[in-house]
């Protein structure tokens, strides 16, 4: 089907799920968010959003013109997301081989017609984020492209009372790579990123997600991912900033000896919730899925890890490792552990494990003992507990960069 | 002024008293060997010696030249000049062991009012200090304590006690897991720091370790309280007759 026009966009949008209310576009503001699940639904049992469907919101009106106030950190190749609407006037040029667009209606129904093969298309945000999207942004790295390059991708903007909808569609086609790292950097405003992921076969993505939107910003990100034969991809997420922020990702191994890497760092200070929820789905043999997840937790602010993993009955020789640590550094912060297996096959390697607690006695006696202040000894504990998996989670040049973002939102949590 | 003095020391864990009323005198120079068979309370007076938070004394007093330690956290005994060589050195994923020990030197440094060493400077010190102790340039490079063999382990403990020049050493049966080879090097290690100005106190549970560093006085600990000192000699006595006849005798 084709769609001509943006009624038919909205149209195809609202029979995309039953539950899609056309209220919801463009007037959010009319009706409440009552949409957001409920306390009881068990995916946000643990994270909820009670808070949020008192806010009265409205999608933002993307302002072309506003002025880009977050500096690309790292990388010669960056693009830029105001308000959720992509820039070129502020963003670089692409490497060769790498090509963006926004994308038509036609090439949209294509989108719309993979989420619904995801988890996504019954999750609360997708539909809002499809329906107030400017656009949807697609990056393309061709086939037999090997991008040695670094590109940064800069979401900002945002206004309170206000959501953003930034919407941006990957494809790794075949024999191709690329590098990426994504900051999001809102001011005070409800962002729900959606992506969707394609990695062909043999290709491979190695993703950093940095999730840095100020205090009082709810940051819901969507983001499901499909990978076929050999096709690897390494994503990493270090979530700091926000009020609450849940990053998503739906992971589906549809191709033979694919190799998944989903893991990463929460720092929680204040009041603050942060949230990594994934599922990853064994759906062929031989693929590999590794989780690390870690959490640093002061003052009243609770984290939540959520993963399942499901093993279909054909996906032998399915390994899948699942491992997630907090380290509570106050009386008053929570943290939530779910790792959850389904596995359907017989011949699979599959462990999972999961400790909350607080940081060892044994460890901060043998530091004191050598004349280490206290304080000091709690820094050099924790930024080891992360040290140790940013460097096993990234290549080598990223880990300083990573391991100072990290250690810049400790300092608030560590008197 | 001795520098050390534990003035009868009496501590509970867990509601039952382990020390009954420890009192020992450590002068400048001086090696003290304290022995005693298993639960007899060697490791919570090294504990307690040593700051470990919950072992504080019920009763009596711990003196660092003259300087109670009492109200003191480990880490402010450790920068005060006092060491204590671990039975069991604690594994620490993720810390380097170069930056961990300069860390440790400059904390002490800084409270001596003495200059921090820089990254450089600091390399250049401890390399020299480790090949003594035997300790590989690869080893200070990897976590502390992971991965490292029992002897391994025992050789960067007091590698650590070499660098930060404690004024007083507790070394905690520094001997358990280690073969003759690493016993010897670790003892040279030790014997090379003892000096006029210093004190060490080895607890141990057996005399072997006293073959290679000669205490002064050997003191028997028993259900928590020094029931014999005397010199060398009384270690040859436990090794002939075991801690029974002692312990009956008193």
């Keep these: ?415 | 002024m001795s520098l050390l003095e534990i003035k009868d020391a009496h501590l509970k864990l867990d509601n039952k008293e382990i020390l009954k009323g420890v009192s020992l005198t450590v002068n400048k120079g001086e090696v003290h060997a304290i022995m005693g068979p298993n639960g007899s309370g060697k490791s919570t007076l090294s504990y307690a010696l040593a700051g470990r938070e919950g072992y504080e004394l019920e009763s009596g007093e711990i003196l660092l030249e003259g300087n109670s330690l009492n109200e003191m956290s480990a880490d402010e005994r450790a920068r005060g000049g006092l060491f204590l060589a671990f039975q069991y050195p604690v594994e620490l994923p993720g810390v380097g062991g170069m930056s961990f020990l300069r860390e440790a030197v400059n904390s002490r440094r800084k409270f001596l009012g003495e200059k921090e060493f820089d990254h450089l400077g600091f390399v250049k010190e401890a390399r020299k200090e480790a090949s003594k102790m035997f300790v590989k340039d690869e080893m200070l490079k990897r976590a502390v304590n992971v991965g490292f063999s029992g002897g391994e382990k025992k050789r960067f403990e007091i590698l650590q006690m070499a660098m930060l020049k404690p004024k007083v050493s507790i070394l905690d049966e520094t001997d358990s897991g280690l073969d003759v080879d690493a016993l010897k090097i670790v003892s040279e290690g030790v014997n090379a720091q003892r000096n006029n100005d210093n004190g060490i106190v080895v607890i141990t549970h057996y005399q072997r370790l006293l073959d290679y560093i000669v205490p002064d006085f050997v003191h028997i600990l028993s259900d928590g309280v020094i029931i014999k000192s005397g010199g060398p000699e009384l270690a040859l006595e436990v090794e002939k007759n075991g801690y029974a006849g002692l312990i009956n005798a008193a």
């Design chain 1, 1 to 415: 089907m084709l769609l001509d026009n943006k009624e038919d966009y909205i149209t195809n949008v609202k029979n995309f799920t039953s539950s899609f209310d056309e209220n919801h576009f463009r007037s959010l503001a009319s009706k409440d968010f009552n949409n957001w699940p409920k306390p009881l639904e068990e995916k946000w049992r643990l994270s909820r959003l009670g808070a949020l469907s008192r806010i009265k919101m409205m999608p933002i009106e993307p302002d072309l013109k506003k002025i880009s106030k977050i500096d690309k950190k790292t990388g010669s190749f960056f693009l830029k997301f105001v308000d959720g609407a992509f820039r070129t006037d502020l963003s670089s040029d692409l490497p060769s081989g790498v090509t963006l667009e926004e994308l038509d209606d036609k090439e949209s129904l294509k989108f719309l017609n993979k989420i619904k093969e995801s988890d996504l298309k019954n999750h609360p945000t997708t539909n809002v984020s499809l329906s107030c999207t400017p656009s949807i942004i697609k990056l393309t790295v061709n086939e037999g492209i090997k991008v040695n390059e670094l590109i940064e991708i800069i979401y900002e903007g945002g206004d309170s009372k206000f959501s953003v909808h930034p919407v941006l569609y990957i494809e790794i086609k075949k024999n191709s790579k690329l590098s990426l790292i994504e900051n999001f950097d809102h001011i005070t405003s409800l962002v729900m990123p959606l992506q969707l992921i394609e990695i062909k076969e043999k290709g491979s993505l190695k993703s950093i997600k940095i999730f840095n939107d100020h205090y009082n910003t709810y940051n819901l990100s969507a983001h499901c991912a499909f990978l076929s034969t050999e096709a690897n991809y390494n994503s990493f997420s270090l979530v700091k900033g926000g009020v609450f922020t849940r990053s998503e990702t739906h992971a589906y191994l549809n191709g033979p000896n694919a190799n998944l890497n989903l893991n990463g760092v929460y720092i929680s200070g204040k009041e603050q919730h942060h949230d990594l929820t994934t599922a990853i789905y064994h759906d062929v043999p031989n693929c590999t899925s590794k989780q690390i997840v870690r959490g640093v937790l002061g003052d009243s602010s609770s984290g939540v890890f959520q993963g399942k993993v499901r093993v279909a009955p054909n996906a032998q020789k399915t390994d899948g490792q699942q491992m997630s640590k907090a380290i509570l550094l106050s009386e008053n912060a929570r943290a939530n552990a779910k790792p959850e297996l389904e596995i359907y096959a017989d011949d699979v390697i599959c462990a999972h494990g999961a400790t909350v607690g607080e940081l060892d006695d044994n460890q901060l006696f043998y530091l004191k003992s050598r004349g280490i202040p206290e304080n000091k000894a709690r820094k050099m504990l924790i930024s080891a507990f992360l040290k140790d998996i940013i460097n096993e989670s990234l290549d080598d040049q990223f880990h300083d960069y990573i391991f100072n973002e990290a250690e810049s939102s400790l300092s608030f949590i560590i008197d």
